[in-house]
């Protein structure tokens, strides 16, 4: 009998956001585990019985030190060589919302073997306050296994610090040269475009990034919250379709499955 590959979900203080992963995860395929941060602290080994280890969204200590900054101090003292080590192992971590925050405050992204600090961030939306809407995001790079160049895709964003930023264009430049920028914010007609479409001002449209072997990734809208065609706001006016937000889902699955 062949085992399913298992999915663990990272869980602290003010996480809201990992049941909901889960049943992403399980409906894809995968065996789902939701550990607290204390926990796998205690037993680090137990990364490495999973396939695909997630920090979903959520506000990880209230965000009392900023969106995700606890978490991520948790992570790079506590659990920096275990993580590494899941990476070098060929398996996949994805940070969502405030677990992107995290995994680019830990120096998990843009390269979780670079130099500390990283030379991105993500700080407050230029509009000042917590955006909560839909968003259009382009695929535009096919190093992240989770996704397939091209697609447009629909999700929903619910952050206050989204904003992407780096030290200079030329650290932008050199991650979308490298294919390590994946997903754009872009209006109806699939191309970049400014607030709303890109609705916390991030440079170049930047909604998602990827480690420079593609197997580590983050982005700032919620694809767990589009795992049903009723999750769509308009599906009573356009019918239902399939859920966008489970794609990533299920291409993780197919990966870790050949594992």
């Not at 969204?57 to 991520?72: C, H, N, Q, T």
Request: aromatic share 8%; net charge neutral; hydrophobic share 40%.
């Amino acid at each position: 009998m062949v085992t399913a590959p298992r999915a663990m979900i990272l869980r602290a203080a003010g996480i809201n956001c990992d049941r909901e992963t889960a049943a992403a995860c399980g409906k894809a395929g995968f065996k789902t585990e939701i550990v607290h941060v204390n926990r796998l602290a205690e037993r680090p080994d137990a990364l490495h019985e999973a396939h695909f280890f997630i920090v979903p969204g959520g506000f990880s200590y209230g965000d009392d030190l900023g969106s995700g900054r606890v978490l991520a101090n948790e992570l790079r003292v506590k659990l920096l060589e275990p993580i590494r080590r899941f990476v070098r192992d060929g398996k996949l971590v994805l940070g969502i919302c405030n677990g992107f925050q995290v995994l680019v405050k830990s120096g998990f992204l843009p390269d979780p073997f670079a130099d500390y600090p990283p030379p991105v961030t993500l700080t407050h939306n230029d509009s000042g306050r917590f955006e909560d809407r839909w968003v259009r995001l382009k695929v535009v790079s096919a190093k992240c296994p989770l996704w397939r160049a091209g697609d447009v895709i629909e999700c929903a964003v619910t952050h206050g610090e989204g904003k992407f930023v780096a030290k200079g264009g030329e650290v932008v430049d050199a991650l979308a040269a490298g294919g390590q920028v994946v997903l754009k914010y872009v209006d109806a007609s699939g191309a970049e475009a400014g607030f709303p479409w890109n609705p916390n001002g991030s440079t170049a449209n930047v909604a998602g990034i990827c480690d420079p072997s593609g197997r580590v990734m983050g982005l700032m809208p919620h694809p767990e919250k589009y795992q049903d065609p009723t999750n769509h706001p308009r599906w009573t006016r356009e019918g239902l379709r399939e859920p966008d937000g489970m794609k990533p889902f299920v291409a993780a699955y197919e990966y870790c499955a050949r594992l």
